[in-house]
C-alpha cells in the first residue's frame, strides 16, 4: 500500500508542480506584454502584480517538484519485494485524496505569497518615490 500510494503521490505531485511552473511561464499574455513594453512615468502596478503571481507559481512549483522527485527517489531506493509488484487500490486512493489536499494547499499558498511579493513590489515603489522626492 505504502509503495502504490509513494508512485501515485509523485506522479500527482509531478502533474501539479507542471500546472504550477506552466502558469508562471504562459502567464506573460500578449496584454502583458504590450504593458511590460510600453513607458511609463513611475511604475506599473498590473505588471507587478503579474510578476509577483508568476514568482509565487514559480516557487510553489520548484517545492512540488522537489517532493515528488524525493517521493521517487524513496520509492527507487526501498528495496522491492514480490508483493510490491502489485497495484494496492488503498493507497492509490489515500495518495488522489492526500494530493488533492497538498495541491489545494499549494494554490492558497501560493496566492498568499503572491500578495506578499506584491505588498513588498510596492513598498519598495513607494522607498524609491520617497527617496527620489527628497533628492
Not at 8 to 29: D, E, P, Q, V
Not at 43 to 53: C, L, S, T, Y
Not at 110 to 115: F, M, V, W
Given at each position: 500500500?505504502?509503495?502504490?500510494?509513494?508512485?501515485?503521490?509523485?506522479?500527482?505531485?509531478?502533474?501539479?508542480?507542471?500546472?504550477?511552473?506552466?502558469?508562471?511561464?504562459?502567464?506573460?499574455?500578449?496584454?502583458?506584454?504590450?504593458?511590460?513594453?510600453?513607458?511609463?512615468?513611475?511604475?506599473?502596478?498590473?505588471?507587478?502584480?503579474?510578476?509577483?503571481?508568476?514568482?509565487?507559481?514559480?516557487?510553489?512549483?520548484?517545492?512540488?517538484?522537489?517532493?515528488?522527485?524525493?517521493?521517487?527517489?524513496?520509492?527507487?531506493?526501498?528495496?522491492?519485494?514480490?508483493?510490491?509488484?502489485?497495484?494496492?487500490w488503498h493507497g492509490v486512493l489515500?495518495?488522489?485524496?492526500?494530493?488533492?489536499?497538498?495541491?489545494?494547499?499549494?494554490?492558497?499558498?501560493?496566492?498568499?505569497l503572491s500578495e506578499r511579493i506584491?505588498?513588498?513590489?510596492?513598498?519598495?515603489?513607494?522607498?524609491?518615490?520617497?527617496?527620489?522626492?527628497?533628492?
Amino acid at each position: 500500500m505504502l509503495r502504490s500510494f509513494m508512485q501515485m503521490a509523485a506522479l500527482i505531485l509531478t502533474l501539479g508542480a507542471s500546472i504550477f511552473l506552466l502558469k508562471s511561464n504562459l502567464g506573460l499574455t500578449p496584454e502583458a506584454i504590450s504593458k511590460i513594453s510600453s513607458t511609463y512615468w513611475d511604475h506599473n502596478m498590473p505588471i507587478a502584480e503579474g510578476f509577483a503571481r508568476q514568482a509565487a507559481d514559480t516557487h510553489v512549483g520548484v517545492i512540488l517538484l522537489l517532493s515528488a522527485f524525493i517521493l521517487q527517489l524513496i520509492n527507487a531506493l526501498w528495496p522491492m519485494r514480490i508483493k510490491d509488484f502489485g497495484v494496492s487500490w488503498h493507497g492509490v486512493l489515500i495518495s488522489i485524496g492526500f494530493c488533492i489536499i497538498i495541491l489545494t494547499i499549494a494554490h492558497w499558498y501560493s496566492k498568499n505569497l503572491s500578495e506578499r511579493i506584491h505588498k513588498n513590489t510596492i513598498q519598495i515603489f513607494e522607498e524609491r518615490r520617497e527617496a527620489t522626492e527628497k533628492k
